[in-house]
């Protein structure tokens, strides 16, 4: 019988080593976070994705939220309609039924974005086989994918946009889903591909003519492109040059666009955009250890202030008791009870007990006195 120490089940967890095979790290697929193995146990890094995303997105997804949410509304209530005796259409519900409408309703914007993340992986899945399929020079399965793109017609439009965008730039591939892991400012995570990338003559995507580029490649199937996809790349960026010492010269973000297999481009060119980039990331990784820290300083005072709470409950309910225990209503007074571990009784128990006439057995008769 095999048993792994906690947090290491192979079923669970997944094994990475860097910096030359001397740092070894384990991802836990429950909490989704990478572990740094030391010799006294295991120090949880910082996931990059969650550190971008402490930039505060609901200016856009709000509107956004309460758009498909009103959206839904209509469409369960125009589900509902019934038409009178003169062919005119109205809506007939009970409270009850609008209650659970716009229940229903709320949800829109979770089912949505459940509905794309779906999308994503689906499109995501698709474009790493193709690029494995590249990279191990397996041709049979290159074609094999190309003849078979995903069902889902929006995964398949985000897959073709790649390609076009491959075929633009005359992109080589040399990785990826590269796990990257930076010692320096202990984060890790995982960037999308790694290629050697052409210009590709149009100036609104490549401003300047260059040819073979070590660039960095990061797939976005969302409906917008956010300022933490620069941050996210940044770090990637980094934490590869910090082991491998090669320079990356280029940032590529492509938003895949799932309805007219396009694609929006964020070219991140040179050293100088880079910097001020993960600049930002550094700030928010700060922001993002103190936010934890806060958190953890504010729930031990809250959880302080609810075992003081606790314990004067407690003595509360025990001075209750050693007045009147809970058995006090329906006890007799007959034998003497236990109300309290000590043996003791409460007041209320104690004066049954006493009050109570005690059974002495048969009257004592004075022989002497009779004939």
């Known amino acids: 019988m095999l048993i792994y120490a906690e947090g290491h089940d192979p079923a669970t967890t997944s094994e990475h080593w860097f910096y030359n095979h001397t740092e070894r790290l384990v991802f836990d697929k429950k909490t989704w976070t990478y572990y740094r193995v030391m010799a006294d146990g295991r120090q949880p890094l910082n996931g990059v994705t969650k550190v971008a995303h402490i930039i505060d997105r609901s200016e856009a997804l709000v509107p ?20 009178d005796c003169d062919g005119n259409v109205f ?67 985000a897959c073709f946009a790649a390609l076009e965008w491959m075929s633009a730039h005359n992109v ?35 401003p300047h003519e260059f040819k073979d580029r070590l660039t960095l490649v990061d797939w976005k199937t969302s409906n917008y492109l956010y300022i933490e996809f620069l941050l996210q790349t940044a770090a990637y960026q980094h934490a590869y040059q910090e082991e491998s010492g090669e320079l990356i010269e280029d940032r590529w973000i492509l938003r895949l666009d799932k309805w007219n297999a396009d694609f929006d481009p964020w070219h991140m060119e040179g050293q100088a955009l880079f910097k001020e980039d993960f600049s930002g990331f550094l700030h928010a990784l700060d922001l993002t250890r103190s936010v934890k820290q806060l958190n953890a300083r504010v729930s031990d005072i809250k959880e302080a202030r609810a075992t003081i709470q606790k314990a004067a409950e407690r003595a509360l309910r025990d001075a209750e008791y050693r007045i009147r225990c809970p058995k006090a209503d329906v006890y007799k007074g007959v034998r003497k009870s236990t109300c309290f571990p000590d043996g003791s009784q409460c007041e209320a128990c104690k004066r049954k007990y006493e009050e109570c006439p005690k059974d002495t057995g048969p009257p004592v008769v004075d022989l002497e006195g009779t004939c």
């Not at 320096?184 to 990338?197: Q, S």
């Open 64 to 83: 956004w939220a309460v758009k498909k949410a009103m959206e839904k509304l209509k469409r369960l209530l125009l589900e509902t309609t019934h038409p």
């Open 91 to 157: 809506i007939s519900l009970f409270e009850a039924e609008l209650d659970k409408i716009i229940q229903s309703a709320k949800k829109a914007d979770e089912e949505e974005l459940e509905a794309a993340g779906q999308t994503g992986t689906v499109a995501h899945d698709w474009i790493e086989s193709y690029i494995q399929a590249i990279l191990t020079g397996n041709q049979e399965r290159r074609l094999e994918l190309l003849s078979k793109f995903p069902v889902d017609e929006r995964a398949a439009n």
């Open 172 to 206: 080589r591939w040399s990785g990826t889903e590269r796990r990257v892991f930076s010692r320096e400012h202990g984060y890790a995570g995982t960037l999308d591909g790694l290629a050697i990338v052409d210009s590709c003559g149009n100036p609104s995507c490549c």
